[in-house]
């Protein structure tokens, strides 16, 4: 798969201090997607064609609706609501069509039922998709400097690991652009960074609850101040 290749935000978030660069350039991305939905520059005719097609998810509806956005948003809202509300005589159509032996094992089952899937009018959202997008071409970059670029590799092993979601994803993405023993490489390089500082994390989030007994409320918190959060991250992912 050939694709779009943007080192320079990537090596940024390699350089952050953060539990995970990935959800860094996340959070920078989905920013940006936030202000270009409300930024109040005119929308292309084929973006605002997705925006009526596929509306937004509540956390990125919630996002935008702040402030003097307001308007903006609650205009996007209504022409996707009147559009969604024209597509619901087809889905329920639809469900209709589904032959009656399915409906029935809904019944007497607690098994899933293939049925009709509606997720394209209760879940769809135009800025998930381009922000999962984005987010696959920086997995690719990351893993692509790490093959190309040893300095980067350096960075990337003394770097503080990755959210387990992000962890997984370099995983199965490797793959893609590395065989061999140069993927085994790779797969050790990450494992070691990630065990080593989930236990870091794991140490600091110990001594984060051992400081709530009173013979630990003189001793320094050291690094633990802050280890809640940062374990959430780490299981987690950064919202
Ligand atoms: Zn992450
Ligand atoms: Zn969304």
């Avoid at 997607?33 to 005719?45: Q, R």
């Avoid at 409906?103 to 899937?117: I, M, Q, R």
Wanted: include cysteine; charge should be positive; charged fraction near 30%.
């Amino acid at each position: 798969m050939r694709q779009h290749i943007d080192t320079i935000p990537v090596w940024d978030a390699f350089k952050q201090d953060c539990e995970c660069p990935l959800c860094e350039l996340r959070a920078t991305n989905e920013d940006n997607y936030v202000h270009s939905f409300t930024g109040g520059s005119v929308m292309e005719p084929d973006v605002r064609v997705e925006v009526n097609m596929k509306g937004f998810c509540a956390r990125h509806f919630n996002l935008m609706m702040v402030g003097d956005r307001r308007l903006g948003v609650a205009l996007m809202a209504h022409t996707y609501l009147k559009q969604t509300m024209a597509r619901l005589g087809e889905a329920s159509q639809a469900v209709q069509d589904v032959p009656a032996k399915a409906k029935k094992s809904l019944f007497g089952s607690k098994k899933p039922v293939a049925g009709v899937d509606l997720s394209d009018i209760t879940d769809s959202c135009i800025l998930c998709d381009r922000l999962n997008a984005t987010m696959e071409r920086y997995i690719y970059t990351t893993v692509h400097l790490w093959k190309k670029d040893s300095s980067f590799r350096s960075q990337f092993k003394n770097s503080k690991g990755f959210c387990l979601k992000h962890y997984a994803r370099l995983l199965n993405a490797a793959p893609e652009q590395l065989n061999g023993q140069e993927l085994k490489q790779f797969n050790d390089m990450l494992n070691d960074v990630e065990m080593t500082n989930l236990k870091r994390v794991a140490d600091e989030i110990e001594w984060f609850t051992l400081k709530f007994d009173h013979k630990n409320a003189d001793k320094p918190w050291g690094n633990s101040r802050d280890a809640l959060p940062r374990t959430v991250l780490k299981l987690r992912g950064k919202e």
